[in-house]
């Protein structure tokens, strides 16, 4: 594997390792939306809808990736899903990667060069692997465990580095071979003509793209120097100034909290702060290991804490602010969550 760790993306550390761009999962989403996935189905997914891909620097957590790969595997069992989403991928697409990896005096140097910046366009898990020995081969190592979404988001990557070379040498690549781990499907004509190819390998050990010498090494006709290093420049800004959106579970309790101080906190409530209907709040608590009444008593409990450590509240005010009837009722609450009383957390401060 070649490659180096950028400064900007050593300095960046973990805070953006488990995400993926706004443009991936906006370029994801549409596609399974052509296939006719529901909008339902769509907005149930964290962090996919337009406010919020709307920010460059916005990064989406992995989860919510896989989750459309998964959507769109199943709109489209066969090959061509992942065909599709790179259709729908002219250059530029995702911006400052796609310039990065054709952009170079030959396309391994491209790729080279971009290699460190991976996590402009996905998590740092997702292992993009290159090796240059005379041929040059691109592999691509998804986190994703399910091998129906494995295959999908495979033929997806394998495809976009193809077309990108074409893109950046102004020839009609063909690769060496093509490699995927899934089983072989019973028609894969698709791929054939996509990739212009039948040397294609199933039940490999690896996903990969091998490209010819010779197409590894030609000058590319539009390589820019200066561009280059901007956009490398760039990338490090980029990674440096990236804003992780909470998780699901995160950005629930944000939106619990942020009820309960407006002094409105019900499913109803929490639900449309979060776009979501309350059943689908209630399914996605779930999923969580969690539930709308463990939350609520969670929340309330830490709530109760803070404001009785603070002193300047009555337990009666305490109570009210929380939605409890009486001082009464926080009492028995103290008792159930601490095995004390609210007098008791007073008397400890």
């Known amino acids: 594997m070649v490659g180096h760790e950028s400064v900007g993306g050593a300095a960046l550390g973990a805070a953006i390792d488990n995400t993926a761009s706004t443009h991936l999962i906006r370029l994801v989403r549409d596609t399974a939306r052509r296939f006719g996935v529901g909008e339902d189905r769509l907005a149930a997914i964290h962090g996919t809808g337009d406010a919020i891909l709307a920010g460059?620097?916005?990064?989406?957590?992995?989860?919510?990736l896989i989750e459309l790969w998964g959507l769109l595997a199943q709109a489209r069992p066969e090959p061509g899903a992942g065909l599709a989403v790179v259709d729908a991928a002219p250059l530029g697409t995702l911006t400052t990667w796609d310039y990065l990896v054709t952009n170079g005096p030959t396309l391994a140097d491209a790729l080279r060069?971009?290699?460190?910046?991976?996590?402009?366009?996905?998590?740092?898990?997702?292992?993009?692997?290159?090796?240059?020995?005379?041929?040059?081969t691109v592999g691509f190592r998804t986190t994703a465990g399910d091998p129906a979404i494995v295959a999908v988001v495979n033929e997806y990557v394998l495809a976009y580095y193809l077309r990108r070379a074409r893109e950046a040498t102004g020839r009609p690549v063909i690769p060496a071979r093509v490699a995927f781990s899934r089983a072989a499907p019973g028609n894969h004509d698709a791929l054939r003509d996509a990739f212009g190819t039948d040397r294609i390998e199933?039940?490999?050990?690896?996903?990969?793209?091998?490209?010819?010498?010779?197409?590894?090494?030609?000058?590319l006709p539009r390589a820019d120097p200066m561009l280059a290093d901007l956009l490398r420049s760039h990338a490090d800004l980029v990674l440096a100034t990236a804003k992780p959106i909470p998780g699901p579970l995160a950005a629930f309790r944000i939106a619990l909290a942020a009820a309960l101080d407006a002094g409105d906190p019900s499913l109803a409530s929490v639900a449309n702060r979060l776009a979501v209907s309350p059943r689908t709040l209630q399914r996605q608590l779930a999923e969580?290991?969690?539930?709308?009444?463990?939350e609520f008593d969670l929340i309330r409990y830490e709530q109760a804490k803070a404001l009785l450590a603070e002193g300047h509240l009555t337990t009666s005010a305490v109570a009210g602010?929380?939605?409890?009837?009486?001082?009464?009722?926080?009492?028995?609450a103290f008792r159930r969550w601490s095995g004390t009383s609210p007098s008791g957390v007073r008397a400890a401060v």
Do not use: C, M
């Open 56 to 64: 460059e620097l916005n990064r989406i957590p992995l989860g919510s």
């Open 288 to 294: 969580h290991g969690t539930s709308w009444r463990n």
């Open 202 to 219: 199933f039940d490999a050990p690896a996903d990969t793209i091998t490209f010819t010498a010779a197409d590894a090494t030609a000058p």
């Open 321 to 332: 602010r929380l939605g409890f009837t009486d001082d009464r009722a926080l009492r028995k």
């Open 113 to 136: 060069s971009a290699q460190p910046y991976h996590r402009l366009v996905t998590a740092a898990a997702e292992g993009f692997d290159l090796t240059h020995d005379g041929e040059l």
